[in-house]
């Protein structure tokens, strides 16, 4: 069965950093351009970051740039996103979403997503 499952999503500080995976099950990683994308309430879904399959170039919007580090690990068949240095602004759900094209998996296209992991970062 196909799945995508995020995790390490919690309640951390300003300033405070972490890890998220999206693991997948059903499907061999490799194949997939991995993207993160999240949804802050009231807000609509942004792209976060993303990695290709074919060299592994990556993408990070302005908001994450210098702070937020995508990675793979096809062998785990696991996509993370290491965020340091976070801000009140971080707080959204955070999905991950897999396709073959890196361009449609910036655009938001993802052929597979996941439920999303929450993020909170308060004081």
């Known amino acids: 069965q196909l799945q995508l499952v995020e995790s390490g999503g919690g309640l951390v500080q300003p300033g405070g950093s972490l890890r998220l995976s999206c693991a997948a099950s059903?499907?061999?990683?490799?194949?997939?351009?991995i993207g993160w994308f999240r949804q802050a309430p009231g807000k609509e879904r942004e792209g976060v970051s993303s990695?290709?399959?074919?060299?592994?170039?990556?993408y990070y919007a302005d908001s994450g740039k210098g702070r937020f580090t995508i990675s793979r690990d096809n062998a785990k068949n696991t996509g993370y996103l290491q965020m340091n240095s976070l801000k009140p602004e971080d707080t959204a759900v955070y999905y991950c979403?897999?396709?073959?094209?890196?361009?449609?998996?910036?655009?938001?296209?993802?052929?597979?997503w996941g439920k999303g992991t929450l993020v909170t970062v308060s004081s």
């Open positions: 979403c897999l396709h073959v094209s890196t361009e449609a998996t910036r655009q938001g296209r993802g052929t597979y």
């Open positions: 059903g499907l061999t990683l490799d194949m997939y351009t």
């Open positions: 990695i290709s399959s074919s060299d592994g170039s990556t």
